[in-house]
């Protein structure tokens, strides 16, 4: 679109109000983080505090204030109600406009050991990591193949095929939960990581899907001249196409482990162990049970987000991409 | 069939095999079960008992509840949908004037929608705290008033959820910028020589012309929004409190499942869940005739 400068003046003006609203939300939590349990709670009134800081206390721990550009220490209020101040050894007495309270950053990182106390981060990370990279594995392995079948192969029906595995991927998954539930305890599965590693081996249609459409834009002629040099079709899946569609594997294989690493329905219904908890779950449990240990709540918020923001940076074109490759190329 | 053919045929069933496999054990049996169960009444410890169509009968006539769940659920799919649609749309038409920076603000809009819901959830329950929270001090340093109740008050608890909704919008808004970038230049140019203006050019010319995109992020808003579970479980513990004015409709199905066990119950509910979706999507595409132009590529 050909744009008037005052367009564009105006965009980054709405473009920058937009993404103060959006980060809000990201600073506040680390913020909070990192505050003192005592400034957690603001006064009424008082704006939001952005930056942890505490005030400054001397030896004695009364309030260091400036007064008429000097420091000096709060010494109470005196029975008129105004406040005493030590200036240099020579008391003096000043009301509660007159002077400011000193204050200086201070980071509270004992929210983070508190959280790690309360939850067993490293036994519910390793169960994530577990449980995100068998999915992982799992996905990009089913997927492909399947795709391979609906994409590089001609075989009668193929389409239509097609149509009933996009058709499952309209389905709610409420839908199969109760029936899923009933077969895997069951299989006396619940209790354990198999309902949640297990069906990623069975495929995903949205993946399939993914994949086929990457698959069908690899030129023909290289699978029929593999053919005829006498490459079995494995062969062709394993040596030519996987080599050849590694953004689509990798969009894939970030995707699912994002969605793992922050899925929450499954865990919650198939898991009964606290020692098996992957760390969303762990996280909600934290929070049922301690409604108001904002700190460390919003330190096991900011640890679980960190590694998906970081990973999400590095990976951003594959991430763009993938997106825009599935939502509008169907 | 030759040989070739069937040759092929035999590879693409075994290629495809996984996926025949989770065809059957992951959906279509699934799926045949939860109307069997919704006919029966079972916990899941005793064995099944046929009991008709009694479910169904419970739900739509002696169960105020259901009725509620599905009330709020359809009160939050009416504004959250729309609306957050509408600013995804705004945000993407903001970013494809190619201002300086475009790609860091299309980060940071993006970003919401890859924390985990769980943190984005406890996160935003402290942002929405009615005393202490990040909105309610704003507010109150801004205009000297005491804010909403926010999730504490039944009246603002569903406009809680509404406003935190529109803070995950980076998904459709990416798919909007797609839809953007392929609009073809020539058609601004000739709405230029005809003289027309940005609002007319927008809707004469882009609104048309992404109406497809809109379509595909209307069908996918309307699946997502009807099955919102996991921020309002975190948010309410599970109860969907303050009186029941957060008992979302995926929220009683999983209490009736598998709080109170009553399989058949959360069997009967999750079919007709699975009408209502497919109802309401049926119902966008019908209506889509009317209103999507798809021009050809």
Known sequence: MATRPVYRLFAHAMLIAASLLFLAPFAWMVSTSLKHESRIFSKPGEPPQWIPRTDRIDANGNQLVTYQDQTAVNLGRNEDGR????????????????????????????????????????????????????????????????????????????????????????????VMLIPLFVLYKNLGWTGTFKPLIVPAFLGTPFY?????????????????????????????????????????????????????????????????????YTLALALQQFQSQHESLWGPLMAMSTVITVPVILLFFLTQRTFIQGITLTGLKG | MTRVERRNTRNALLFASPFVLGFFVIYAYPLVMTFVYSLQRYNVIRPPVWIGADNYHRLLFEDPRFWKSLYNTLYFTAFSVPLGL?????????????????????????????????????????????????????????????????????????????????????????????????????????????????????????????????????????????QYFTQ??????????????????????????????????????????????????????????????????
Request: include cysteine; hydrophobic fraction near 50%; proline fraction near 5%.
């Open chain 2, 232 to 297: 309002v479980y975190v948010m309410t513990n599970g109860k969907g409190e303050p009186v029941d004015s957060t008992m979302f409709y995926a929220l009683y199905l999983y209490r009736n499942s598998f709080y109170y066990l009553d399989m058949g119950y959360g069997s009967a509910m999750a079919l007709i869940m699975f009408l209502v979706i497919l109802a309401a999507t049926v119902g966008v595409m019908i209506s889509s005739k009317r209103w999507v132009h798809y021009h050809g590529d």
């Open chain 2, 86 to 226: 509408a600013l995804a749309l705004g945000l993407a038409m903001l970013l494809s004037l190619k201002v300086r920076g475009q790609a860091i603000y299309r980060t940071i809009f993006f970003l919401p929608t890859i924390v985990p819901i769980v943190a984005s959830s406890v996160l935003w329950l402290w942002v929405l705290n009615a005393q202490n929270g990040l909105l309610n001090t704003t507010i109150e340093a801004i205009f000297g008033v005491q804010g909403p109740g926010w999730l504490a008050d039944e009246h603002w608890s569903k406009p809680a959820l509404i406003l935190m909704s529109f803070w995950s919008v980076g998904g459709p808004m990416v798919i909007f910028l797609a839809g953007l970038a392929d609009v073809p230049q020539s058609l601004y140019e000739v709405a230029d020589i005809d003289g027309a203006g940005p609002f007319r050019k927008f809707r004469n010319v882009t609104l048309p012309m992404i109406t497809p995109v809109i379509l595909f992020n209307l069908v996918i808003g309307l699946i997502n929004s009807f």
């Open chain 1, 208 to 276: 399939i899907f993914l994949l086929r459409q990457f698959f069908m834009g690899i030129p023909q002629d290289l699978s029929a001249a593999a053919r005829i040099d006498g490459c079995s079709e494995f062969g062709i899946y394993a040596r030519i196409i996987m080599p050849l569609s590694k953004p689509a594997l990798a969009t894939t294989a970030l995707f699912m482990f994002l969605f793992q690493w922050g899925d929450f329905l499954n865990p919650l219904v198939f898991l009964q162990d606290d020692r098996q």
């Open chain 1, 83 to 174: 406040y005493i101040l030590d200036l240099d050894g020579s008391q003096v007495s000043a009301s509660g406009e007159e002077f400011v309270v000193q204050q200086e950053i201070e980071l509270h990182w004992e929210n983070y050991a508190e959280a790690f106390r309360i939850i067993d981060f490293p036994r519910n990370l390793r169960n994530t990591l577990f449980v995100c990279f068998t999915v992982v594995i799992g996905t990009v392995l089913s997927c492909s193949l399947v795709a391979y079948s609906f994409s590089r192969i001609e075989w009668p029906g193929r389409d239509l095929c097609f149509i009933l595995v996009l058709a499952t991927m309209m389905l709610p998954y409420q």
